[in-house]
């Protein structure tokens, strides 16, 4: 890693000579000193969290043991210590969750008036909001993201959701003008793990807004709080059988995905994964949505607030680790600040407080897993190996656990495979180009659609550049915001549907 | 006229905001809330700024600043105390010649700035042939929002030529310059005319500091920092009032600029009614429980 630093005078701070009133003594060192003086002290969270030792099935309203009567332990990321052990459902157990959810859908949720299914997702939202510190511990824990994000994010988020979706339950008719939607049936929603809670709410208040009934397949590394989600349901007096928990491996994914009585799908992961699971719907009868992979650009203008442009930078790939499907993983940069912005972000991301998720000054918690820790690693040697420069955060890492400075990679090309791939950790690639029409093509030239950012003062060029980027969501002099109202989804290989808004609505109903 | 000073960097209100309101999630506990508040104490300009100001006044002042609190709180004195020009030889009479306190005095027709060179020069010098260690000047808002930029740094560095050996703090009054991107502007063209300080705010105009606009100028101190390897110093005044706010610019300026500004050289908080929050704040870390506002003394 350097440590010289060089400051090109560009971008305004070039001194103009004759308006100096006095003598400039430059020095040779122009980095800033973070981390000596006043250093912050522990300030961990504590409230209390009580974790059951073993996690059973949640199936027509009930916690029940799966047949194979096999567990597999769930571990904290950040420690590396056993939290409990996790049910192993099999093909059975989905066959179970099924069929409970089939039986609700006939003969309850969707029989029930729509404002009778909004008075349960309110309820949920509510509880949701009153258990909101205990779900943040236990997203940290199971999870390793930092406590700021699961207080501040997830759990407010995953809790809107619900809010949007009760709203809309007795609304739907409005929604799609002129036309009736009736819902699917039961739905198989596989959900991912770099946001455990907030994912399976995404998935769940739509589905149960449009009166479908659910089996939900949390991630095998991350079940905790979707099954604490399912002990949520059975306090708001949902009844049995609307939402059913079957946790598990890949193989339980894939019995409930290829389930014959499930009407629809819906999964959220890598777009390897993605592909199986589009191969094996087709020509089912069964509706589709992906929520896959992204390499998303993030484009900064040589007009751009610089500053601004890099927090956007710092929360687009930093931001729960570089977990995030969306993350603004390759990073353009016009080339008349290519120099500054170098620098900047060299110097922020020293400031970034890695460590403990349960210290409420955390700014990068722990890599997920052993398994995405050394994917990260592969890909970062991978990049070196083809000539890009690494630079690092050079904070201090926990001795226990799974762990990956705030990294970004500079002298990348576009055919470089960290510009191609999907590295989904704290690593961002950094790239440049010469004119805005250079930026879209670069920005567009990668398999993935999902997200793009764009940074400038002007606004025309935002809506210029908005137009062309093919991605299902542009950030403009923003990153990382969303709304429950706001449709989410992918271009190309990032998937296809859209989740959240009137939009998401759509991929729950059909229409007569 | 046309500004010389047209490429600094554009602010995006937004994020600006959104960064600035992310350093008050920072939990500050235990040792380090003891040592930022102490910390915080250091940086004060202990302020009385009022037409019915007198030399009593000043002495109340300027003792609190020596010793804020009983020494058994271990409490380091103020950075300074912060007067009216006619008011600074009753400070250095308090004071004495060799005081760990030093004097500023505002200065150049504050808080208007409306004046005419020639007798904000003369006010200068006299401040600073008074005692004023540190000038507070005001910069003409009118000539900056007219887009006479050069008039604007002229004055600024001839104020700092008539400064001698007193350090110059330029006071942007950014609540007349209302948006960030004049606050940048403004900043940089303070530092480069000479100051030594950039500071926000008079306090006679709302609103005064606020963290978005104290992140705009600690940036453009940094981008400075970075052009040319000076350390320029930065003043937020005005609407500090609580021991967890002042925690909060602590905070900011840390992960802005990094340690070095973690110094009453490089940061000071102009207030008058902080101090005591602070000093309550110290003694119920210390002592375990909060005192009524009669056991700490007023200045």
């Keep these: 890693m350097k440590t010289a630093i060089t400051v090109k005078k560009k971008n305004g701070l070039a001194l103009k000579p004759a308006l100096l009133a006095r003598p400039v003594t430059p020095v040779k060192k122009r980095r800033l000193e973070f981390g000596r003086r006043w250093d912050y002290a522990p300030a961990p969270e504590t409230v209390p969290v009580k974790i059951d030792p073993r996690h059973e099935l949640f199936i027509d309203g009930k916690f029940t043991a799966p047949r194979s009567g096999q567990y597999f332990d769930s571990i904290n990321p950040a420690t590396e210590a056993k939290l409990c052990e996790i049910a192993r459902g099999d093909g059975q157990d989905v066959d179970r969750a099924v069929a409970a959810a089939r039986r609700a859908f006939e003969n309850v949720w969707s029989r029930a008036p729509g404002r009778e299914r909004g008075k349960y997702l309110y309820r949920v939202a509510r509880i949701l909001q009153e258990k909101a510190r205990e779900l943040a511990v236990l997203e940290s824990m199971d999870g390793g993201k930092p406590i700021k994000e699961s207080r501040d994010f997830d759990v407010p988020m995953a809790a809107a959701h619900f809010f949007y979706h009760a709203g809309w339950a007795d609304k739907l008719e409005y929604a799609f003008p002129g036309r009736k939607p009736r819902p699917l049936g039961v739905a198989g929603q596989i959900i991912p793990w770099n946001f455990p809670l907030l994912m399976a709410a995404w998935k769940i208040a739509p589905a149960l807004a449009c009166g479908n009934t659910v089996v939900l397949k949390p991630s095998k590394s991350t079940s905790i709080t979707a099954l604490r989600l399912a002990q949520i349901f059975q306090e708001a007096g949902l009844p049995d059988g609307v939402l059913n928990v079957v946790t598990g491996d890949a193989a339980t994914g894939t019995a409930l995905y290829t389930h014959p009585d499930v009407n629809k799908v819906a999964f959220t992961g890598s777009t390897e994964v993605g592909k199986i699971i589009a191969r094996a719907c087709a020509g089912t009868g069964k509706k589709l949505t992906l929520e896959l992979g992204g390499k998303a650009a993030n484009i900064i203008l040589e007009d751009a607030p610089i500053d601004q442009a890099i927090e956007g930078v710092v929360s687009g790939i930093y931001f729960n680790q570089g977990h995030v499907c969306c993350a603004g993983s390759r990073l353009l940069v016009q080339e008349g600040i290519y120099d500054t912005v170098i620098h900047k972000l060299r110097n922020r991301i020293q400031t970034l407080r890695v460590g403990d998720p349960l210290d409420k000054n955390t700014d990068v918690g722990a890599i997920n897993s052993c398994a995405q820790l050394e994917k990260i690693r592969e890909l970062v040697r991978c990049g070196q190996e083809e000539g890009a420069e690494v630079e690092q955060s050079s904070c201090a890492l926990p001795s226990k656990g799974y762990w990956f400075p705030p990294t970004f990679l500079t002298s990348v090309t576009m055919s470089h495979r960290v510009a191609r791939e999907e590295i989904f950790g704290p690593v961002l690639s950094v790239m440049t180009f010469r004119t805005p029409e250079e930026a879209l093509e670069r920005a567009n030239n990668t398999p993935y659609g999902l997200s793009a950012g764009v940074w400038t003062d002007k606004g025309s060029k935002i809506f210029k550049m908005v137009g062309k980027l093919r991605a299902g969501v542009v950030w403009a002099n923003s990153y990382n915001k969303f709304d429950p109202a706001s449709p989410f989804g992918g271009y190309k290989e990032s998937g296809f549907g859209r989740e959240g808004g009137a939009h998401g609505l759509s991929a729950y109903v059909q229409l007569t | ?299």
């Design chain 2, 1 to 299: 006229m046309t500004t010389t000073f047209a490429s600094v960097p554009t602010i995006d209100q937004v994020t600006v905001e959104e960064r600035a309101a992310s350093f008050t999630k920072r939990s500050i506990k235990t040792s380090a809330k003891l040592a930022g508040l102490k910390m915080a104490v250091s940086m004060i300009d202990l302020t009385t700024l009022e037409g019915k100001d007198t030399p009593g006044r000043v002495a109340y002042l300027c003792r609190k600043a020596l010793q804020p609190a009983e020494p058994k709180y271990d409490v380091p004195s103020c950075a300074a105390v912060c007067v009216y020009p006619n008011l600074v030889r009753h400070a250095r009479r308090f004071l004495g010649e060799r005081s760990a306190v030093k004097i500023a005095s505002v200065a150049t027709g504050f808080p208007s700035g409306q004046y005419p060179l020639r007798t904000k020069l003369e006010e200068t010098r006299r401040a600073a042939g008074d005692g004023a260690e540190e000038i507070d000047m005001v910069i003409d808002r009118g000539a900056f929002l007219a887009g006479e930029h050069r008039k604007m740094f002229d004055e600024i560095a001839a104020v700092k030529a008539a400064c001698g050996d007193s350090h110059l703090k330029v006071i942007l009054e950014t609540g007349e310059l209302v948006t960030y991107d004049n606050v940048r502007l403004a900043s940089q063209i303070a530092m480069e005319a000479g100051a030594d300080f950039i500071k926000t705010s008079t306090g006679k105009v709302q609103p005064a500091a606020t963290m978005p606009v104290t992140l705009v100028m600690l940036e453009a101190i940094r981008d400075y920092f970075f052009a040319t390897g000076l350390r320029i110093g930065m003043k937020p005044a005005g609407g500090i009032r609580t021991a967890k706010q002042s925690l909060a610019y602590l905070v900011m300026v840390k992960e802005t600029l990094g340690d070095d500004w973690l110094t009453p050289d490089l940061f000071r908080i102009g207030a008058s009614t902080l101090l005591n929050d602070v000093l309550m704040q110290i003694a119920k870390t210390a002592d375990g429980n909060y005192q009524g506002a009669d056991y700490f003394s007023i200045s």
